[in-house]
């Protein structure tokens, strides 16, 4: 690679940065390739929010911060990470979610609820289209993850259904 490739790269990579900010995204990803042997890839991340849904007799939400990685131990990241649990479900999307069919609506799931495979979880919108998210099994739905109206990135966890 030369030296005016570098520096167009860093100014890529800068450019991203920026993106990410001005759009309140939590992570880029991206793939260039110059040739053959020849490709970068970026990937730009921060540290976000979750929201999780505490199953009592009034569920509260409460929000949880979670620290970068690389400043909470090994072991108590992957006790606490979600995303990591084996009834974890994720978003097939970036998008916002809607825990109902419509304002005022009762909500599709709850905490503590039994659902079918199939049966709808939540919607989220992207690009203007609703898409239903339907459950990939059967079970009770332990926590809910995200909050209705909030946006969701590809790849977050939803729900953890046992």
């Known amino acids: 690679m030369t030296k005016n490739n570098r520096d167009q790269d860093v100014e890529f990579i800068k450019a991203l940065a920026e993106l990410l900010n001005e759009n309140d995204l939590t992570e ?5 390739e110059y040739g053959e042997d020849d490709t970068l890839n970026v990937r730009v991340s921060r ?12 569920a509260v939400a409460a929000p949880v911060a979670t620290a970068p990685a690389a400043a909470a131990p090994a072991a108590v990241a992957a006790v606490d990470d979600p995303a990591s649990h084996p009834g974890a479900v994720t978003s097939p999307m970036v ?8 304002p005022g609506a009762a909500p599709f799931i709850s905490v503590g609820a039994s659902i079918a ?25 332990k926590r809910i993850l995200v909050e209705d109206g909030g946006a969701v990135e590809f790849g977050a966890p939803l729900v953890i259904i046992e």
């Not at 540290?47 to 009034?58: D, E, G, I």
């Open 95 to 102: 998008g916002t979610v809607y825990m109902q069919a419509e």
């Open 117 to 141: 495979e199939g049966d709808t979880l939540l919607i989220i919108e992207a690009m203007k289209t609703m898409n239903q998210i339907p459950s990939p099994r059967s079970g009770t739905i």
């Open 28 to 32: 880029l990803s991206v793939k260039r």
């Open 47 to 58: 540290a976000t929010t979750v929201v999780q849904q505490v199953a009592a007799p009034a």
